[in-house]
């Protein structure tokens, strides 16, 4: 066991290379709780991680840690990813981005490793410096994160304003206080299809809408959230919209009430001669799984579904959400 592994704070910045799947990432983050519960999001592709907790428990040092993370998430999905250990979100996020992707890298903890690091680095890699401070900044010479660092608090506080001024001293000197706050779960789900061509053809309609249930549901239960209400927006070819919202008479992460509320929406709007451009299916009345009842139906029919969707989800959660789909789903729509 290392010094580090005994008490140093350790945090790791994860950047997902070719992530383009929410689904996917949602599971990435799930596969990163299991390492720490310390896990915040970083859409669409990246997350921060802190695992100073986590090393005596899994008897290695960071760098082991986040190999072992990267071996994970390429096996599982196929994905490279780069990440970056250091002191601090701040320093960590520099480290990563210090070189080539698909790598591990370390930033010491020590004050003259940081110092190094930093001294040469230009004013724009420290995160939260855009380019109008870096413009301000180097009217005054402060082109570099070294020289800023040297220059005396008072005049970066005249220069920037008195909390900029100080957070800037702060951060030229490696110092990040930013504590990585476990993120809650998406507070709305949205999904959509746009049509390759605009669709009349209503049993078409239909199975694009019966995909994009599906996939909803499943964002839903990889979350452990539940919906209330379920919002049906349909575009047409001359641009307008028409949206129409319903409530589910008991809330719901299940693919099947979600496809028969969306099929209801849509046979009200009797789209017969419409020109649909696409379809959104929306929901913003989310509650976490566990506050949900679920209403015995007595039915088996209903239980024998849940339980192949349950089965469904653990094959999605291995092979990638698109292993299976329903039959009924055009291949355009998945």
Known sequence: M?????????ILYIHFHDLVNEQVYGHLLA??????????????????ADISGSLRYFGTDAPGLAERIRARTGGL????????????????????????????????????AVAGFLATRPAAALHGVGPATTR??????????GKIAAAPLGTLQRILGVAA??????????????PVIPAGPPRTLRVEHRFLQDELDRDRQRATLLALTDRLGLQLRSTSQATRSLTLT??????????????????TAHTPPLTALAYELHDKLALQRARVRSFTLHTDELLAAERTSHQLLFDPT????????EVVDRARGKYGADAVRPAAAPADAA
């Open 165 to 178: 001024g100080r957070k800037l001293h702060d951060a030229a000197r490696g110092l990040d206080p930013t």
């Open 136 to 145: 301000t900044l180097a009217t005054y010479g402060l082109d570099s994160i």
């Open 77 to 112: 999905y196929g994905l490279r990813s780069t990440v970056g250990i250091a002191a601090n979100p701040m320093l960590a996020r520099m480290i990563a981005a210090d070189g080539p992707p698909h790598a591990v890298r370390t930033l010491p903890a020590d004050l003259d």
């Open 31 to 48: 596969l990163l709780a299991e390492f720490t519960p310390l896990v915040q999001a970083l859409p669409p592709d990246a997350a921060l």
């Open 2 to 10: 290392t010094a580090e592994a005994a008490g140093t704070t350790q």
């Open 234 to 251: 349909v575009r047409y070819a001359d641009r307008s919209t028409t949206t129409r919202t319903r409530t589910l008479r008991e809330p």
């Open 302 to 309: 209903d239980e024998k579904a849940r339980r192949i969707e």
